[in-house]
C-alpha cells in the first residue's frame, strides 16, 4: 500500500511538472506575439489600415497656411523597386500636409505657388490622421490632403 501511495505521489509531481511546463511555453509564445508579431504587424499594417481608414473617413479642417512648396516623393519596396509621385508639401497651422492627387510634374509649382501665406483653406483630410496628428507630427509623416479650398 505504501508503494501505491508513492505512485500516486510521482504521478502527481509529474503532471505538476508537465503544467507548469506548458504554463511557461504559453507566457513564451505570449511574450514572442507582444514582442516580435505585434510591433511587425503595426508597422507593415497599420499605415496601410491608416490609409483605408482615411479614404473612407474624409473630414474638413480650416487651416492657416504658412508656405507650400513642391516637390518630388518617392516610394521603395522591400524589394528595391519604387516609383515617383509629384507633390505639393503645406505648412500651415494644423501641421505639416501633403497634396498628391492632381498634382503632376506640369501643375505642382503652380499649385505651390498658389497657397498664399497667411490665408486660411479648408483642407479635407483623413479622420485618423487628423486624430493621430501629434503621433504623426512626432515621426514626421505628413497627413495627406484629398482636396482643399481658400476660405477668403
Excluded at 22 to 34: G, P
Excluded at 44 to 54: E, K, N, Q, S
Excluded at 84 to 109: H, K, M, P
Amino acid at each position: 500500500m505504501n508503494k501505491m501511495y508513492r505512485d500516486k505521489q510521482q504521478l502527481g509531481l509529474e503532471n505538476a511538472r508537465q503544467k507548469k511546463v506548458f504554463r511557461n511555453r504559453v507566457v513564451a509564445i505570449i511574450i514572442l506575439l507582444l514582442v516580435v508579431v505585434a510591433p511587425v504587424a503595426i508597422l507593415v499594417g497599420g499605415p496601410t489600415l491608416l490609409i483605408a481608414y482615411d479614404k473612407a473617413h474624409i473630414i474638413r479642417i480650416e487651416c492657416k497656411v504658412s508656405g507650400a512648396e513642391a516637390s518630388l516623393g518617392s516610394t521603395r519596396s522591400g524589394k528595391g523597386i519604387g516609383s515617383t509621385a509629384n507633390q505639393v508639401f503645406i505648412d500651415s497651422s494644423c501641421g505639416e500636409l501633403l497634396l498628391e492627387r492632381g498634382v503632376t510634374a506640369g501643375n505642382q509649382n503652380k499649385i505651390a505657388h498658389s497657397f498664399r501665406a497667411g490665408e486660411r483653406y479648408e483642407f479635407e483630410i483623413g479622420s485618423a490622421s487628423y486624430s493621430l496628428r501629434e503621433f504623426l507630427r512626432a515621426v514626421h509623416i505628413a497627413r495627406v490632403v484629398y482636396g482643399y479650398e481658400s476660405t477668403q
